[in-house]
């Protein structure tokens, strides 16, 4: 059995997409032969949680919870603070403790790997340390590309973020993303380095027993299902309000045969569109649920919808492979040139839509039709992710 460092700011019982990699990763290790040493952050800092998400008693005995606070609240003066406070992260102070507990976990257990993961820079320049203090191969799992790589309202300190980049793409000896469009920048970004260092290893789903044997339930009405956050940059909802205003006008839908659910949700954000649009009856909004909670909604579901904007065009959401697990028709709002867009067209039962008209016509085509969702996924498995992540610690290892 050989051991990997793995630094990753959250784990259960932190609510977070984020913290299915990390979690299942560290579940799926060890039947390859490789066991997880875990540092993470103490549970203080997450704001939400999920308390029926817990880690298995064979992994948490290697997890250590390094001190961590939030220096937007640590360090504010009533309750206000500067950015310049919470450089490169909010979550800096935990560098500290991880380095020193980290370093212990290391004199003990001699790991072969670190693995460091976003959504912080905090995590990687851990491992940064870590790497130049003991000379260990370093696997730094950015996952994404940097904020103030594709968003212009992102540049401020753009700077230092970037020089904590440079730094970490120079050192790690692989830098992996979740989407080939992602790795494609940073080679273009980065053409003095050796292109292999860039490797895509998407994210996955993952079933419990339960939710595994799952069957479909006949509804009432068709059941559109959007789960997951909705915000006015990346993931806006306007063109799907559109669309559904102009079936209800051409008497595809009603309240009586269609219903868009948004979980979560707030309302009072789209009340007034919802209105003017004369569909306030075909959508619903409804509060938070637990991981389980949210994939079994997503199986009972008619269909599935992601919204992934133009500005995220080379990212692909982890919560589109809750919804390959599901087994239900997709429809994937986002542009034709865009890494989502890329998924999306294998898949049997997917249709990626771009515009009001397109959304209209897909979304019709999936209430006329029975859509055939007995295809084979387990490409998209956290078991095979883990597999793949396993051949790229093996590989360095063996240089």
Not at 382 to 390: D, F, G, I, N, P
Request: hydrophobic share 40%; charged share 25%.
């Amino acid at each position: 059995m050989k051991n990997v460092l793995m630094v990753a700011l959250e784990l259960p019982p932190c609510r977070s997409a984020g913290v299915q990699r990390t979690l299942r990763f560290s579940e799926y290790l060890p039947r390859f032969s490789w066991q997880p040493h875990i540092i993470s952050a103490t549970d203080n800092i997450y704001e939400r949680r999920d308390d029926t998400l817990t880690i298995l008693p064979e992994v948490a005995k290697y997890v250590v919870k390094a001190k961590c606070a939030d220096a937007a609240k640590k360090y504010a003066i009533k309750g206000r603070y500067f950015q310049w406070m919470t450089l490169p992260d909010r979550y800096w102070p935990w560098y500290f403790d991880a380095v020193k507990q980290a370093s212990k976990v290391i004199d003990k257990e001699k790991p072969d790997v670190l693995w460091s993961t976003y959504p912080v820079l905090t995590a990687h320049w851990i491992a940064r340390k870590l790497q130049k203090k003991y000379n260990i191969p370093w696997v730094a799992d950015f996952r994404d590309p940097l904020q103030c790589r594709y968003d212009q309202s992102a540049q401020r300190y753009a700077w230092l973020k970037k020089w904590m980049e440079r730094s970490i793409i120079k050192h790690a000896d692989k830098v992996v993303f979740t989407s080939n469009r992602a790795a494609a920048l940073y080679r273009e970004l980065y053409p003095n380095q050796d292109p292999n260092k860039f490797i895509t290893i998407e994210n996955g789903y993952y079933l419990s027993e339960e939710l595994s044997q799952s069957t479909p339930l006949k509804r009432e009405k068709f059941q559109l299902l959007y789960s997951g956050s909705l915000y006015a940059n990346g993931r806006d909802p306007k063109q799907l309000f559109l669309a559904l205003a102009l079936l209800k006008k051409q008497g595809v839908i009603s309240p009586d045969n269609f219903i868009l659910t948004f979980r979560p949700g707030k309302k009072d954000a789209f009340q007034t569109l919802l209105a003017e649009l004369a569909i306030s009856e075909l959508v619903e909004f409804l509060p938070s649920t637990s991981f389980d909670g949210a994939v079994a909604e997503m199986q009972q579901s008619s269909a599935t919808v992601l919204i992934q904007d133009d500005i995220f065009h080379r990212q692909i959401p982890g919560k589109i492979y809750d919804y390959i697990s599901a087994k239900r028709p997709i429809l994937a709002i986002t542009p034709r040139n865009s890494a989502t867009a890329d998924l999306v067209v294998d898949l049997l039962f997917g249709t990626s839509v771009w515009g009001v008209n397109e959304i209209a016509t897909g979304l019709k085509f999936m209430l006329e039709n029975n859509i055939d969702c007995s295809a084979d996924i387990e490409q998209y498995s956290r078991k095979e992710k883990t597999q793949e992540l396993v051949n790229i610690f093996n590989k360095i290892i063996c240089k």
